[in-house]
């Protein structure tokens, strides 16, 4: 059992047309975490998304150590799940979608190594735009789980014209769903969505534009959130601290865990 939280990075893509969306996959079911589950495309931040060579590969890399890599892990993550590429060509313009299913590919190189990334990057003369990338929440996972999991949770706008192309292995399916639409499955157990994702799909619902979510972001404050369990009258609630922008800061065990 894991005490050290693993460093992840999530983003959620984002469009308003046809409707205010965000980009959901199912992880396999054989996955080791949250399988079966509609979750944002991420995963762990791993060795090669520490490399300093990003510096020269990036717009709008920060310059604090963990937070650059988790930028670089959420794109990252998003193309080897999804196919979406947020990067610009060496003109400066975000690749358009033909360049990005040309370059899909490449997604299982990427996937058994890590480092393939940056060489890929290289070779296509591509920079990461992780200025196109919001923090939009923080959430650690509590002691006392088999993994446990620090993620920093970024918001993006869709990459216009670019296209879905799930993976078929961590991803087996993609799918673009209102976050209203997506708690209501969650509720009558269409689906399975653990408590940080229904938490932050609140947080998306409480907008009708990416351009309000971006607003609402930027509006509160962004601190680490770890849930806590506590009981009241017998019953047992897991609890997020009030006063962080969150509509829903507490559900009952038997549902929050309920997967």
């Known amino acids: 059992m894991s005490e050290t939280p693993v460093p992840a990075a ?4 984002l469009r308003d047309a046809p409707a205010f969306e965000v980009l959901m ?3 396999h079911e054989s996955s080791s975490f949250a399988g079966g589950a509609l979750v944002f495309p991420g995963g762990r931040v791993d ?3 520490y490399d300093l ?3 020269n590969l990036a717009d ?3 310059s604090e150590p963990r937070m650059a890599a988790s930028q670089i892990a959420a794109i990252r993550e998003a193309f080897e799940e999804t196919g979406v590429l947020i990067a610009r ?3 400066g313009a975000m690749i358009a979608g033909a360049r990005a299913i040309a370059l899909s590919d490449r997604r299982a190189g990427v996937q058994r190594d890590d480092a ?6 290289r070779r296509e003369e591509l920079r990461l735009a992780c200025d196109q990338l919001l923090l939009f929440s923080h959430w650690i996972a509590p002691p006392g789980l088999h993994k446990r999991f620090d993620t920093l949770f970024f918001a993006a706008r869709f990459p216009k014209g670019q296209s879905v192309l799930e993976d078929g292995d961590e991803a087996t399916e993609a799918l673009w769903i209102s976050p209203t639409a997506a708690l209501s499955a969650r509720a009558s157990g269409a689906r399975k969505i653990i408590f940080p994702t229904a938490r932050n799909l609140d947080l998306l619902a409480a907008s009708s534009s990416t351009e309000q979510a ?3 972001a930027k509006s509160r404050p962004i601190r680490a959130v770890m849930p806590e369990i506590a009981t009241r009258d017998g019953k047992a609630f897991l609890t997020i601290p009030d006063g962080l922008g969150y509509p829903v800061t507490e559900e009952p065990i038997e549902t929050a865990t309920r997967f």
């Open 116 to 121: 393939a990334f940056l060489d890929l990057m």
């Open 10 to 13: 999530t983003v959620l893509l």
């Open 60 to 62: 709008g890399l920060s």
């Open 25 to 27: 996959i199912c992880r």
């Open 89 to 91: 060509d060496a003109a």
């Open 47 to 49: 060795k090669g998304d």
């Open 214 to 216: 971006f607003a609402f």
């Open 53 to 55: 060579a990003w510096v």
